[in-house]
């Protein structure tokens, strides 16, 4: 009697706790990037055409959009950044937009607790807003995606596309101000540096156009620390040669051709073929 009251209990808590899961029209969606040195999330929800005519009808053309469904879209920024050109804090926002035909308007408004567009829209919470052109696409986006791309080392684009039509808003974040932070910081304590940090150091010197001649003392340390790295000979003819020294270069370059096909590496053999023939040395 008593294995029989326990199962009953156990079927009649089961048949209250029981839910039935069922897909979502909109499902949600998570977008994680790196830009640089700073984590950028995206959290949104993907509704989809189903048939139906999206811009200018289903999204009325000229009216605040909760960019997408369900819960408010939201970007989340580790750094300061700045967002169409203005400056903004570290932090959360939502995403809102007001579509047009030529342009949109889109915002980062401080309180992400709606579902949906504010009942009472509050211009004191607008941080930033962008004014972008629509970009017409030669394909047809079923799902409401929101993506960052065009990356670069201290910039992407927050690309917004459903239908035909697609908008990007830049961000830019800190990334000179927080690498060259601890480039010094490395460069100027009690401990050596290692070799990986004379490399990095002299490669983001490099990507970033500045600080070359002491770029090139970096390298030129971090090859003497590892002789048989061709990767950082590579690296050193580059900056050579955006220093003008080209002989320079081509030795350089020489050398990490040798040791790249000494340890069989394809790709750098390669890099480095195609920059002596583009600087005329062979």
């Not at 960019?67 to 580790?78: H, K, L, M, P, Y």
């Amino acid at each position: 009697m008593k294995r029989l009251f326990l199962f009953l209990l156990i079927c009649a808590t089961t048949a209250v706790t029981a839910q039935i899961q069922t897909p979502q029209p909109s499902p949600a969606a998570k977008v994680m990037q790196k830009v640089g040195l700073t984590d950028i999330t995206v959290e949104y929800s993907r509704p989809a055409m189903r048939g139906r005519t999206i811009f200018g009808d289903l999204v009325p053309f000229d009216k605040l959009w909760r960019t997408g469904a369900n819960a408010n879209t939201t970007i989340t920024v580790g750094d300061d950044f700045t967002f169409g050109g203005t400056d903004v804090k570290a932090g959360t926002y939502a995403v809102f937009t007001k579509p047009g035909k030529k342009q949109w308007d889109v915002y980062l408004y401080s309180k992400t607790d709606n579902w949906g567009a504010p009942r009472s829209w509050d211009e004191s919470l607008v941080v930033a807003t962008a004014t972008v052109p629509v970009q017409e696409m030669n394909l047809t986006q079923e799902s409401f995606t929101i993506g960052i791309n065009e990356l670069s080392m201290d910039s992407a684009h927050l690309q917004i596309s459903w239908e035909n039509s697609l908008v990007a808003i830049p961000i830019t974040v800190p990334t000179k101000k927080k690498t060259e932070e601890s480039i010094m910081k490395v460069m100027s304590g009690e401990a050596q540096p290692s070799v990986n940090d004379y490399y990095s150091a002299a490669a983001f010197y490099y990507e970033a156009g500045t600080n070359l001649e002491q770029a090139l003392e970096w390298i030129t340390k971090a090859t003497e620390m590892n002789d048989k790295a061709f990767w950082m000979f590579t690296r050193k003819s580059l900056i050579e040669e955006k220093l003008g020294k080209k002989k320079d270069a081509v030795k350089t370059a020489k050398t990490a051709l040798a040791l790249a096909k000494d340890q069989k590496n394809a790709d750098y053999v390669k890099i480095n073929e195609d920059n002596l023939k583009r600087w005329g040395a062979m």
